[in-house]
């Protein structure tokens, strides 16, 4: 079993639709979760980070983690196509130093005008 | 806040020539340095980690004597590709963590061709 799951998708919405991009994973160490966008040809993007169990809100972005589950979910309201890109949800167990993030595989996401 | 640059943003070089990559951190004091690449319609994959002022630490498999990495000050980490070959074709991406953050920052990337 693969420390972090994503499904690649593609995920094709329409736009204004609610986007529901969600991760697994097996290792009940990590405490720090992140998502980050990739536009195609670009690096990463820092989007949304979070500890611990919860909610996080940012505009049109809400993080949840749980950990009980070991599952983490971005939601994206009212999406544009300018959200189309790679969405890679990303963890580690510690906080600083050399720690390792630990990356899903990404899902390709396409919002349609 | 919090941005990294990457330079140059893409090269073309020829096979056993070497190449060079430079990573700053603009606004902040980066004393972990990460290098990933990146192929196409793949994830991210982490070659080495760098903390300023010491060796880097290589992820297994990959050659630490053909990607040489420099983290000499708390803003330049430098990767140099030696005698680059067209497999070493690919997006190299940093990142950079600093004291006060929890989480990786990612330059742009480098997209480098091998003819």
């Known amino acids: 079993q693969k420390e972090v799951e994503q499904d690649p998708g593609p995920l094709s919405v329409p736009e204004g639709a609610i986007v529901s991009l969600n991760c697994t994973y097996s290792?009940?160490?990590?405490?720090?979760f992140m998502w980050y966008r990739q536009y195609s040809r670009k690096g990463p993007e820092l989007l949304m980070y979070t500890y611990s169990s919860g909610n996080k809100e940012d505009g049109r972005f809400t993080a949840q983690v749980d950990k009980s589950s070991k599952y983490i979910s971005l939601f994206i309201r009212d999406s544009q196509p300018s959200d189309s890109a790679t969405y890679l949800c990303a963890m580690s167990g510690t906080q600083g130093g050399s720690e390792k993030l630990v990356f899903g595989k990404g899902t390709k996401l396409t919002v349609n005008p | 806040g919090a941005v990294v640059s990457q330079h140059p943003s893409w090269v073309i070089c020829k096979s056993g020539t070497s190449v060079k990559i430079e990573c700053r951190s603009l606004?902040?004091?980066?004393?972990?340095m990460f290098w990933y690449r990146q192929f196409p319609k793949q994830s991210l994959m982490l070659m080495a980690t760098s903390n300023e002022g010491s060796k880097a630490t290589y992820e297994q498999g990959v050659e630490k004597d053909k990607f040489l990495i420099n983290h000499a000050s708390l803003t330049l980490s430098t990767l140099t590709v030696t005698s680059a070959h067209p497999e070493d074709s690919s997006f190299y991406i940093c990142?950079?963590?600093?004291?006060?953050?929890?989480?990786?920052?990612f330059g742009p990337g480098t997209r480098l061709l091998v003819l």
């Open positions: 990142s950079a963590r600093g004291l006060a953050t929890e989480t990786q920052y």
């Open positions: 606004d902040f004091q980066a004393t972990t």
């Open positions: 290792n009940s160490a990590f405490q720090y």
